[in-house]
Each structure stands twice: as C-alpha cells, then as structure tokens.
C-alpha cells in the first residue's frame, strides 16, 4: 500500500539531503514536491495546499534548532502532519450495548459483506464477543448465501429471512433474536448499490432510526480514491455515521481516500482491510500509518500481529526440544503456519523499516511457504523427527511426491540444518550473552 506515494515522498525529502540548515527557499522546493506527491496520490488540491502550508510555516519556525538535520527535522514536521491529518489518535468502537448494535453501510463492491465476516471474527477473537451477523441485503443476488458462507467459515451464526422484504423488519427481529439466545453483538450487513440514489439512502436510513445503531461505519474501497470522500460525504449527511472502514488497502491504492477522508468528513478511520483473509483486519493508528507512508515501517504491529499468534505452552515446548536436539520438520511446519496467519509476506515485509523501499519492485507470493510445505508433508514421521535419516533414495521420493527436485530438497534440509544449529546457539550461553548485551542498549 501507498508503495508509490512512499517513493515520491523519499525523492521530495532529497531535495533537503546536504543543506546545513532549512531555508524559505529549500524548504518551499521540497514541500512543492510534497504537494505534487500527495494530489498525484489522488489527495483533494485542497487539502494537499493546506498540508504543505502547514508543514512550512512549523519548517521555518523551528530552523532555529541544530539537533536535526534539515531533512531530519522536516521528515518529522511531515510525519507529524500526516499523522493529524488521518485524524491523530486512534478511535475505538462502542461496544456499550448488549447487545451492541453496528450498522454496515456503504455501495455495492465496496467490500461491505467481507469486512462484516472480518468484524464479526475480531469482535469474537480479540474482544471475547457473541456475534450474530444479519443479513439485511435483499437485492443483490446471492447476497445473503455469501453472507452465510461467510458466517460458517468463522463460526458465526447468520440471521437471515428470505421471504421478508423489508430490511427494518429483518433487523428488528434479529436484535429480539440476539437478546433471547444471547447475542451481545449484532452486525447488520445493509444493500448496496453501483452509485448513490434516493431509494437506497431512505432505506438505510429507515433501518438507522429504527434500530438505533451503537455504531454505524460506513465502508469505501480505497481503489476509488477521491470518488470514495465525496461518498462518504453523501452518506455523512443522511446517516452521520460514526467512523470509516477503508477495504482493499492491500491492492493498488493512491492512498488518496486515507489521506483525505478524515478532513473531508470529520469521522475517524477505525478500521482497514488488508486482504481476503478473515483475519486481515486492522485497528487504524494514523501515527503508524504516517510511518509506513514514509518508508519508516511499522515495528509495532508487525510486534503486535506476532504476539496474536504466540501460545506460551506451544513456546515452552519447543524451547524444551531445541535444549535436547528435538527440533523437528513438524515444529517447523507449525511455525510456518504461525507466521501465515500474522498476514500476506508484502505486508509483513512494509512494516519492517526499510524492507518496504528495498522490497518496492518484488513480487513476494503468499504462497512463498508452498514448496516447503509440500516438501515436509512428503516425508514420513520418522524423517521428520528425524531429518538425519534422509538418504539420497529417500530424497528422490520426497521429491516426487512433493512436485519438486531433488536440489529443492537438499537446500530446504540445509536451511533447516542452520536454522536448528542458530536456535541451539540461542539457548545456549552465546545466546543469553547477546541478549544481555542488547539489554544493556537500551
């Protein structure tokens, strides 16, 4: 995401690189380049202007300081801006309710289905909740039928009615349903449509009155850029709802909507949907979004999204088998499985500082993981407790059951080889060592 805003942003930053100190003129080329970097990322003129204005009046009443750079210091001011303008803080969810009631609103094929699947799954395995989710779109085809598949993929019941009519009625009935089963979270999936018309926003509307909504979240394909703020605007003034949810940040985005949604209608973005999985689902921080804009990373959820994934019982047992030399293909293959649930390689990858730049023109596939797994799952127990056992005739097996070749098998039984000698060093004393001496950085 926003890999080309990020480039672009680095080149305007040069401008400043080798200057002793900021300027009104060296600080005014860098920012014209900004502002370009930011309409061409489909950012309203606008509000570009107003950013850059901003940006140089802070510029030039902080060139007083020597601690920075010039570069340094107004990589900070921007990141600073960037972070006030995608809305400072980050907002949570009301929850009050029980049940608590969320609304999905937004046009068709913006994603709005998916992300209530995504929302029903964090509410049950982040926040403890009971989800139901209702499915209230009764036009388009298969609507609802995506929304119960949905539903059984992540264990969430879906309430549904195919021979009502009348989406105040399915909604109403739903929430008498969730508070007699307890239900302590209902999300109401709405109808969409391909563009904004009268019928369409009474409806939702109706549905909003009567229902009385905890939370109502208005969901946009950030893939539309500035089209997707002027929605929003139009849905804002009927429904005046609550916060934004920014789907398909993971595809080709400008960034434009994240960058300007915020200050067009004064909501926060609470939510953005990084990918097809159910899991693919993050709070919005803008101060970690500005860092990643800049080519900074994301240390912090890339930390956060790890420690989701890490069992302490699971953790324990394997250091226990790595003290006795135990470590094994099925331990490794469960690690794998760890780290594909943390979320698609290119994403991991941008929040790492300076991977992002490095990483900018390669194709990483999530499917980075499939030859190695098809290796592991064509050996026996026996040769997955214990590699050593692994001749030349039991390689070219492994090989052909796996589709791959027989160097495609040496080198994954090198990489393992190392990888069980470097976690053996690590729990041992040059391990503990090294962890002292990083202690003492800090």
Known sequence: ?????????DKAMHVLKGHGSITEVNVADTLKEIRRALVDADVNYKIAKEFTATAKEKAIGQGVLTTLKPGQLLTKIVKDELTELMGGSVEGMNLSGNPSIILMSGLQGSGKTT???????YLKTKKSKKPLLVACDIYRPAAIDQLHVVGEQIGVEVFSNRDEKDPVKI???AIAYAKQNGFNAVIIDTAGRLAIDEQMMKEIADVHAAVK???????VDSMTGQDAVNTAKAFNERLNFDGVVLTKLDGDTRGGAALSIKSVVDKPIKFIGTGEKMEAIDVFYPERMADRILGMGDVVSLVERAQEQFDEEEARKLSKKIAKNQFGFDDFLSQIQQIKKMGNMKDLMGMIPGAGKMLKDVDIDDDAFKGIEAIIHSMTIEERTQPQVINGSRKKRIAAGSG????????LLKQFDQMSKMMKMMQGGKGKAMMQAMSKMR
């Open 404 to 411: 791959t070749s027989v160097t495609e098998v040496n080198q």
């Open 213 to 219: 909504p905890h939370e109502t979240l208005f969901v």
């Open 1 to 9: 995401m926003f890999d080309n805003l990020t480039d672009k942003l």
């Open 115 to 121: 992300f209530s699947g995504k929302l029903a799954n």
């Open 171 to 173: 909604s109403e009935a």
